[in-house]
């Protein structure tokens, strides 16, 4: 699961580097009328995206495991059957990026739907760091305002 950037032979151009597998976790807080979604700000001191608001989220860990009770669907048409990792863990490690970029745990979000996966992105190959992300998507019934972002 671990991305890399490959070099050629001396004198040849870089290859391509190999995309790191992610997953993020678009929540959208409050009632259905009005919902919000939940998006943060990458500190300005990273390489990768610095300033960019994002949906939390981050690589899949070689040692992540599937959480209990997790309820996780795949939207029609979500290209998931050729990620590097099961779609279960990828949720998994959806939410526990959550927890660590916010300090929500999975009890706290009361979701009302379940983790649904509808989408995958891969960083463009001349990106000197590439991700191969699902975005999942849930809602919860957590007030927009009482979500902390670290």
Do not use: W
């Amino acid at each position: 699961m671990q991305g890399s950037r490959n070099s050629g032979p001396k004198g040849s151009s870089p290859m391509i580097a190999t995309p790191r597998a992610a997953a993020t976790l678009v929540l959208i807080c409050g009632s259905p009328d009005v919902g919000r979604v939940l998006m943060g700000t990458r500190a300005m001191t990273l390489d990768f995206m610095p300033g960019a608001a994002v949906f939390p989220g981050g690589r899949i860990e070689e040692r992540e495991q599937q959480l209990s009770g997790l309820s996780v669907a795949l939207a029609p048409g979500a290209p998931a059957e050729k990620f590097a990792a099961p779609i279960e863990i990828a949720a998994s490690a959806a939410v526990r990026e959550l927890a660590e970029e916010t300090g929500l745990t999975l009890d706290e979000l009361n979701l009302t739907t379940p983790l649904t996966c509808y989408a995958r992105a891969v960083t463009p190959p001349f990106s000197h760091k590439r991700y191969d992300t699902l975005f999942f998507a849930a809602c919860c019934a957590l007030e927009p305002t009482s979500v902390p972002y670290h």
